[in-house]
């Protein structure tokens, strides 16, 4: 089998600190998708507890995705690992790009605007009145957000560093490959659409005949169940925005209701 997917990628579970990070990740968006809906004030008249319920169900729904992929992963179902890791990187994007674009209208105080979008994000449906915000803009969303913030971290504390680093160490990834390019989120997410859209990858050769099992096959199972728990790792961007959108309610109070 000649196919470039099965080049080598970080192989992050394979490495102790990427592994307690994924799990990590997973309390916290089970904190976010547990916690209540509370406010400092009466949000009548408004449309704020929806918000934040909207919010809420972001964390849930990943939450959901990544224990479906541990799910299939432990079953060696890597196929519909890799469609639902696909599903959680564009799950993980819209969330991203609902938050920002909430805080976005608030602090233009544009109110009318803000209901308007947030309208599309909670009720949108293609061919209705209300059309829903396109998957392809929270990907590019994503895309941007994701180059920016790893290079920060990385920058910060050098943990992108130290994890190529010790692939490296351990055989299991190039020294000369880049770093940021193996734990890009966009080539994460083009990798999985691979998988996702029925072409050949995802059907005769990783559904040989018996016959055709052989070590090309197995190389190209794990490239995609690295990809699929590192769709997981990627959540660490929606914890990030409901983080820095928790006190939202009171910017809209600020914003709206203090006059």
Known sequence: MNN?????????????????????????????????????????????FSMQELARSFAKRSIDLAQSIRSLIEQDRIVPATVVARALIETIGMGCLYLH??????????????????????????????EPVHVMDAIRHLTKIDGEYIQYIENKY????????????????DEAQDWKELMSMERN????????????????????????????????????????????????????????????PDRFRTAFLSQ
């Open 158 to 173: 050098g943990v992108f560093t130290s994890f190529f680093k010790s692939a490296t160490e351990e055989g299991v990834v």
């Open 101 to 130: 674009e909430m805080g976005r209208l608030i602090a233009l105080g544009d109110r009318l605007r803000l209901e308007k979008c947030f309208h599309r994000f909670y009720a949108g449906v293609k061919g209705q009145s209300i």
């Open 189 to 248: 997410y083009a990798l999985l659409s691979e998988i996702a859209h029925p072409n050949g990858t995802g059907i005769q050769f990783l559904y040989p005949d018996p016959s055709n099992e052989n070590a090309s096959v197995t190389k190209l199972r794990q490239r995609f169940r690295s990809a699929s728990l590192t769709a997981i790792w990627h959540c660490f961007h929606l914890l990030k925005a409901l983080e820095d959108s928790d006190d939202l």
């Open 4 to 48: 470039d997917t099965t080049g080598e990628r970080l192989p992050i579970e394979t490495i102790p600190l990427a592994r307690s990070r994924i799990e990590q990740i997973e309390r916290d968006l089970q904190s976010w998708a547990t916690k209540p809906i509370a406010f400092s004030f009466d949000p009548s008249d408004t449309h704020l």
